[in-house]
Structures are given as C-alpha cells and as structure tokens.
DNA sequence: TTTTACTTGACAGAATTTGTCAAATGTAAA
DNA sequence: TTTACATTTGACAAATTCTGTCAAGTAAAA
C-alpha cells in the first residue's frame, strides 16, 4: 500500500518535475518537499491541494489519501482500532446531522 | 450523543466525587479536570486511564469513546469523513499485518 | 456571611511544528 | 576524474501548540 508521500514521488518523476519546480509552486522549501515525499514531514492542507494541482490529481482523492493515511497510523498500534473507527462513523453522523440543523 | 466530558462529569457526579478528589488521583490540577468536564482541554491518555479507574468503567470503552472523538471532530467538516474512515480501516489492516510479520 | 465546589483567564515553560540554509551525498554526463 | 545538477541531511531559529500552575471570580448551600 502507498504512502501519500510515495504517490506524489511518481506521479512528480512520471511528470518529469523536480523537487524545486514542485516546491516553488507549493511556496515551500525544497528540502521540506524532499522529506514529504519520504514521509518525514508531514504536508499541510494547503500542500496537498496544490500538489494535486500541479501533478493533475484529484485533490479530493490525495486528500482522502492524507487524511486516512494520518488516522490510521494514530490508532494502527490500538488493538481496538477498528471499533474506534466504527464508533468515530456514527460520532460523524451524529455531528453532520446537527450541522445541518445550524 | 454524550462527549467523553459529559461522560465522565455524569459518573464522577454519580458517585459523589469532587473534582479536586478526582483531580488529586490523576495528578493534575483541578482546574484542569473542569476543563476537560467541559471539553476545553483533552484528557491525556494516562488520563482516561486513570479516570475509568477511579470511575469505575471500563478502560476501553472510555479509551474508544475518547479516541473517535477526536477523529470525528477532526473530520466531521468534510464532505468525504466516511471516504476517509473507509480507507483508514483499509489502512490499519494493511499496518497490522505488517506488524504481524515483524 | 461563611464555606464549599467549581470556573475562568492570565501566565510560564515544555514540546512540537514549520521553515531556512548550507553542507553532504549521489549520479550521470563530459 | 572532473563537473554539474538533483536530492538529502542535519543544525538551527521562529512560531505555534500543549501542559500545567495559580489565584481571583462565580454560585449556591449552610
């Protein structure tokens, strides 16, 4: 299974892009790229929007893939991870619910 | 649907223990434990753990209903949540048969 | 009014995050 | 082997978040 880092890797050398030109249009340091793409940096919201922009990806997939990427390593090590993640779906449910209401 | 504030104030209260007595147990400041009550502050996981001792739960449960929490509130906002809950579950199963093998 | 339980906000120190920079490393062409 | 270029690495600083302390404030009961 791919990182979110190891997905961006490819699809910026399939592109042909080095790490500067990507880095400079997310307004970032190279070197925080360099570590993104190895997973020792976590990227913001704003890196992944522009990292699908500029890699022609849907940003709401990469961002699928950032969020539940983050989740899973929080609980992976809790025995009970799967219950958390049930028990966060109706919790999300519930709070949708109440968004609408407002 | 009860926060894990709510949670914990109902059954300190039920039992008839004051937040400093609570407090004291879990070595932190009283004003500390009010917040949490109130959901200002997050309970560290030493925390919970303390907390469904001297309550009286049971420590996963409460662990659970503390860890969803967060993740729901953390995701409740996007239109994708269960996209993302769906794909972390894949994640964890995928990080847990890794864990196996090591 | 006094006591008791709880709440609130200012504050400080610790820890984490976020980014900058330059030197080090790797790599491939000249 | 040099040279040029892409990437990696680690030291560092600034900014932000986390954690807890403390004392003054509110509220209600005795």
Redesign the interface.
């Known amino acids: ?1 791919e990182t979110v880092g190891q997905t961006i890797r490819a699809k910026r050398e399939s592109l042909g892009l080095l790490l500067r030109q990507v880095a400079s249009y997310l307004d970032i340091d190279q070197a925080i790229l360099s570590k993104i793409e190895r997973n020792e940096r976590k990227p913001s919201r704003d890196n992944i929007i522009k990292l699908a922009e500029i890699l022609q990806m849907d940003g ?1 997939d990469l ?3 950032f ?3 983050k ?8 025995h ?13 449910k ?3 619910s109440n ?1 609408e209401k407002n």
């Open positions: 299974m709401e961002l699928i893939q969020m539940s990427e989740i899973a390593l929080e609980i992976a090590n809790e009970c991870a799967s219950k958390v993640l049930k028990a966060a779906e109706q919790k999300v519930y709070l949708k968004l």
